[in-house]
Every structure is written in structure tokens, then in C-alpha cells.
């Protein structure tokens, strides 16, 4: 089968860093991607990875073992407005361009 | 234009009603794709059209379920007989192209309630 797996939800505060995990188990593999939601908006993207190691965009990170089937989204200096649910998606099957998305994790940040 | 487009935000249907959702994708994006988001659950595929075809339309629940894209841009999805099940956040997407590379711009969805 299919899975993705994050944790439901996180709290940090103001100015910290978190990390967010993904473990992801997919019939093969074409890219991983993250995505931030705020509540009653759509997702927006943040980052792709389809090679092993860390791309790095500002505050936010993310980080890809394959062997692994296992992602991280850093974030450093965390603002209230990171306030969000992050989705981690997997995109599997050559040729199927659909996500397999996780449930999503909703991070809190405290002033 | 600039975003995805869905209309409309909010719809509250009786059970058995049918209901259309419309999207307009951004102009000159050939993938489009529907999403449903549930309380509780991850995203959800439905539907995957590249222009006006559908390779890919294997998340469908049900034959009550069915979308259309004409033109290569607008898309309706369409549900027959609605069910409480049925509740939930339909997102729609488009991408420049099909591909790994690519990722998407969601739409706000629409919210549909069926009581």
C-alpha cells in the first residue's frame, strides 16, 4: 500500500526552529514536495525534492532520504504567521502526476 | 488569470441533489487536477486532466462522481444523488505541465455541506 506519515501537531515558539517529519512508504518514487496551509485557504507550495539531501529556501529547509523514505521541513526563526498545517505529498508512479499527501501537521506558534 | 478560480466557495445541498463545482485554471496551464479534503484526512485525489483528457481518473469514489474540462481550461466536477458522505473541501489544481518538476496552484475550493 501507500503512506504517508507526519505528525498531527507540533508547537514551537516565536524565533525558534522546528522540524517537521515525513516517513512515506509509496509503490516508487518521483519527487517529494511540502506545502503550507493556512486554515481555510488552499495549500500553497514550499519545496521539492528528488534527490537525497537538503534544498534551502530562506527560513525553510527540506531534506530527502530516499533509502530512507524519509523528509524533513526545517524552519528557523519561526514567526507567527508560520502558524499553518504542512502537508508532506509524494509524487509515486512515473507517468502518475497525482500526490499522495499526508494528513498534514498543524503547527502552533507561540509568542 | 492570475489564480485558480473556483466557484463557488460555500454550497449547502440537500441529500440526493445533484451539485456542480467549477474551476477555472490559471491561463495556459495544460494539467489540471481535483482534490477533496475531508476533516481529519490528507488530500485526497480524484481526477487528473491533461488538457481535455482524463488518463487518470481512478480516484473517483463513486459513479455518482463525474468532471469534464473543455477548451483545455475550464473544469466542472459533478456530483450525483449528493450523500453526508460526501462533505467535505473539493480543491483544484493546475500546473504549467504534467511532470515531476512541476508543482501545483491550488485553488480556495469550494466547501460542500450536504445535510
Known amino acids: 500500500g501507500q503512506n504517508i506519515d507526519q505528525p498531527t501537531e507540533m508547537t514551537a515558539t516565536e524565533g525558534a526552529i522546528v522540524q517537521i517529519n515525513c516517513t512515506y512508504q509509496?509503490?516508487?518514487?518521483?519527487?517529494l514536495f511540502w506545502y503550507q496551509q493556512h486554515a481555510g485557504e488552499a495549500p500553497t507550495f514550499l519545496s521539492y525534492n528528488v534527490l537525497d539531501g537538503l534544498e534551502e529556501k530562506g527560513r525553510f529547509s527540506s531534506f530527502l532520504s530516499r533509502s530512507k523514505g524519509y523528509s524533513y521541513l526545517l524552519l528557523k526563526e519561526l514567526q507567527m504567521k508560520d502558524s499553518a498545517s504542512y502537508l508532506c505529498?509524494?509524487?509515486?508512479?512515473?507517468?502518475?502526476?497525482?500526490?499522495?499527501f499526508g494528513t498534514g501537521t498543524r503547527l502552533k506558534v507561540l509568542a | 488569470g492570475a489564480g485558480v478560480s473556483q466557484s463557488p466557495s460555500n454550497k449547502v445541498t440537500e441529500k440526493g441533489k445533484d451539485v456542480e463545482l467549477r474551476c477555472d485554471p490559471i491561463?495556459?496551464?495544460?494539467?489540471l487536477y481535483w482534490y477533496r479534503q475531508s476533516l481529519g484526512q490528507g488530500l485526497e485525489f480524484l481526477i487528473y486532466f491533461q488538457g481535455n483528457s482524463a488518463p487518470d481518473k481512478s480516484g473517483l469514489p463513486s459513479d455518482r462522481f463525474s468532471a469534464e474540462r473543455t477548451g483545455g481550461s475550464v473544469s466542472t466536477l459533478t456530483i450525483q444523488r449528493t450523500q453526508q458522505e460526501d462533505s467535505a473541501v473539493y480543491l483544484c489544481a493546475s500546473s504549467i505541465a504534467a511532470g515531476p518538476n512541476y508543482g501545483y496552484t491550488f485553488g480556495s475550493g469550494t466547501r460542500l455541506t450536504v445535510v
Open positions: 491561463s495556459g496551464h495544460t494539467a
Open positions: 509509496t509503490s516508487g518514487f518521483n519527487g
Open positions: 505529498a509524494v509524487r509515486g508512479l512515473s507517468g502518475t502526476y497525482k500526490y499522495i
